[in-house]
């Protein structure tokens, strides 16, 4: 079974624009969980998607979207983007959203100039 | 709500020598916990994970952790360390929400292992 894919693998954007990530979850898995990785932060939950809800939400401000298809494939928007949004974004999913392992994609580094 | 400490963001071991990474929890109900290993460049794979069945968890690549209600502990532990187990180590702790529809991971700040030769 393939894993989880992230595109792109790598991104360089400027202050002010705006970006769409994107995650393939594993076949039949039906969660996708986004991820923000800083080295000051850590690790931090954005948000999660289950058959296209959004059943889960962190303490992002609202220039941080996602949304999921009917196939499940997740996309993560990041509106007028800062400095500090420059960061790993890891995306994991899982078959079910219960304590289920969640297995997670490459990332996808985004650096904000 | 859930959180999770480790202790020592850098250890440092010789090859063949015993890894010990501390993770505490804090959650108001019982949790699931789980270590993950992060690889440079690379995303986390899971090592092990608790869900409330056997306290002694064994998991791949010879690690294993022990889950202790009484101390709220949750370390990882190897008899012997080898070179290519050299990476971050994270533990999370995930809780359910009300009717147990979703479980969202709240990972430790992560420590980072070098194995000396």
């Known amino acids: 079974k393939a894993g989880v894919t992230q595109t792109p693998r790598y991104l360089i954007k400027t202050r002010g624009q705006q970006v769409t990530l994107s995650c393939s979850p594993i076949?039949?898995?039906?969660?996708v969980s986004w991820y923000q990785q800083t080295p000051g932060q850590g690790l931090q939950f954005l948000f999660e998607?289950?058959?296209?809800?959004?059943?889960n939400k962190g303490n992002f401000p609202g220039r941080f979207s996602g949304r999921q298809f009917s196939n499940s494939r997740s996309e993560m928007n990041v509106s007028t983007l800062e400095l500090g949004d420059s960061a790993l974004y890891l995306c994991?999913?899982?078959?079910?959203?219960?304590?289920?392992?969640?297995?997670f994609g490459p990332g996808t580094r985004l650096t904000v100039l | 709500a859930q959180s999770v400490t480790q202790l020592g963001s850098h250890v440092s071991v010789s090859e063949g020598a015993l890894v010990l990474l501390r993770c505490n929890y804090s959650s108001s109900v019982p949790p699931y916990l789980f270590w993950y290993v992060q690889y440079p460049n690379q995303g986390l794979q899971l090592l092990l994970k608790?869900?409330?069945?056997?306290?002694l968890v064994k998991g791949i690549n010879g690690f294993e952790a022990e889950f202790k209600k009484s101390e709220t502990s949750f370390h990882l532990t190897k008899p012997s360390a080898h070179m290519s187990d050299a990476a971050e180590y994270f533990c999370a702790v995930s809780v359910g929400r009300s009717g147990g529809s979703n479980y969202k991971l709240t990972f430790g700040k992560g420590t980072l292992l070098t194995v000396n030769p």
């Open positions: 076949s039949g898995h039906r969660s």
């Open positions: 608790y869900t409330s069945a056997a306290t």
């Open positions: 998607y289950f058959s296209e809800t959004q059943r």
């Open positions: 994991a999913s899982s078959s079910s959203g219960t304590p289920d392992t969640q297995y």
